[in-house]
């Protein structure tokens, strides 16, 4: 069993950064595909970013590419998602998700295993 704890969340203004950390305890973290998510009321959870266990493929969402950078550190069991840029519309919940069989890092929510309990982003104009 994986618990993922997400950190780092916030108001800023458009054009700021932001770093979110999602800490992983319990399991073989190394194993996991790890990806961030977000979230707006309404709206399903789509994946932002991801990562393989090894670090060697990322996948990025259109919407965030060349903004956002997605990074793991194995031996310290945490993920980064770094988001420059910001825009209003990147405003939602962001959550940690952790997989071992997850088929393709573009997939949906239901390929992880794990997830956290969510850190708010808000991006003021």
């Known amino acids: 069993q994986v618990q993922l704890v997400e950190s780092g969340g916030g108001l800023v203004q458009a054009g700021d950064s932001l770093r979110l950390s999602c800490a992983a305890s319990?399991?073989?973290?190394?194993?996991?595909?790890m990806g961030w998510f977000r979230q707006v009321p309404g709206k399903e959870r789509g994946v932002v970013a991801a990562?393989?266990?090894?670090?060697?493929?990322?996948y990025y969402a259109d919407s965030v590419k060349g903004r956002f950078t997605i990074s793991r550190d194995n031996a310290k069991k945490m993920v980064y998602l770094q988001m420059n840029s910001l825009k209003p519309e990147d405003t939602a919940v962001y959550y940690c998700?952790?997989?071992?069989?997850?088929?393709?890092?573009?997939?949906?929510?239901?390929?992880?295993?794990?997830w956290g309990q969510g850190t708010q982003v808000t991006v003021s104009s």
């Open positions: 990562i393989t266990w090894s670090g060697g493929s990322t």
């Open positions: 998700a952790g997989g071992i069989f997850v088929a393709s890092l573009s997939g949906s929510a239901s390929g992880y295993d794990y």
């Open positions: 319990g399991g073989t973290f190394s194993r996991y595909t």
